[in-house]
Structure formats: structure tokens, C-alpha cells
Nanobody, 112 residues
Framework: QVQLVESGGGLVQPGGSLRLSCAASGNSIGVNPMGWYRQAPGKQREMVAT???????NYADFVEGRFTISRGNAKNTVYLQLNSLKPEDTAVYYCWSPLAPWGQGTQVTVSS
């Protein structure tokens, strides 16, 4: 079964940056889209960004140019560069693949 493992979260001050990484097991995952979702306490999980194997990208409106999604050369990794972070970006960030169940996620906390 395909598994997703996220890393890179942490505590950062407003305006700071983090880089999230996701590694997916399984050879077939590379031809499928991947992405990132997030879930803040008391809120529904929401899409942050997605990227196809061909590099087509979709961002949520709240990203406002602050985040950048990319895939590794092997296509089974996906990254999310988070810049200009705001307290409202605080959430558990989950890697997404249509082939895999949700992973554990990685906590991003933006606070002074």
C-alpha cells in the first residue's frame, strides 16, 4: 500500500518560512497528482496546493503567492515552501495523493 510521510513542520514566528516535505512509497505514484491539504483546529480539512506529474499547479486563494509547491525529480516526493507565514496558517499539513490514505501530517504553528 502506498504511504505518505510528511516532515518539516515546526514553530515559526509570523513572517517566517518553513519547507515541508512528503515522501511517497510506491512506483506508480509518480504519474499521479500530489498535493498538500491542511486542517486547523475546529475546521475542515482544506486544499492548499496540488501539482500534476506534468507540473500543472493549483493553489488555494488564501495562498496569495506566499507558498510554492514542487515535486522532486523522482516524482514521488512533493514539497511545500511556506513563506510570509501568518498565525492563521497554523494547522496540521497533510500530503495528498489519490493513491494513498492520509498520513500523520506535520504541525505548522505560527506564533510570536
Amino acid at each position: 500500500q502506498v504511504q505518505l510521510v510528511e516532515s518539516g513542520g515546526g514553530l515559526v514566528q509570523p513572517g517566517g518560512s518553513l519547507r515541508l516535505s512528503c515522501a511517497a512509497s510506491g512506483n506508480s505514484i509518480g504519474v499521479n497528482p500530489m498535493g498538500w491539504y491542511r486542517q486547523a483546529p475546529g475546521k475542515q480539512r482544506e486544499m492548499v496546493a496540488t501539482i500534476t506529474s506534468g507540473g500543472r499547479i493549483n493553489y488555494a486563494d488564501f495562498v496569495e503567492g506566499r507558498f510554492t509547491i514542487s515535486r522532486g525529480n523522482a516524482k514521488n516526493t512533493v514539497y511545500l515552501q511556506l513563506n510570509s507565514l501568518k498565525p492563521e496558517d497554523t494547522a496540521v499539513y497533510y500530503c495528498w495523493s489519490p493513491l494513498a490514505p492520509w498520513g500523520q501530517g506535520t504541525q505548522v504553528t505560527v506564533s510570536s
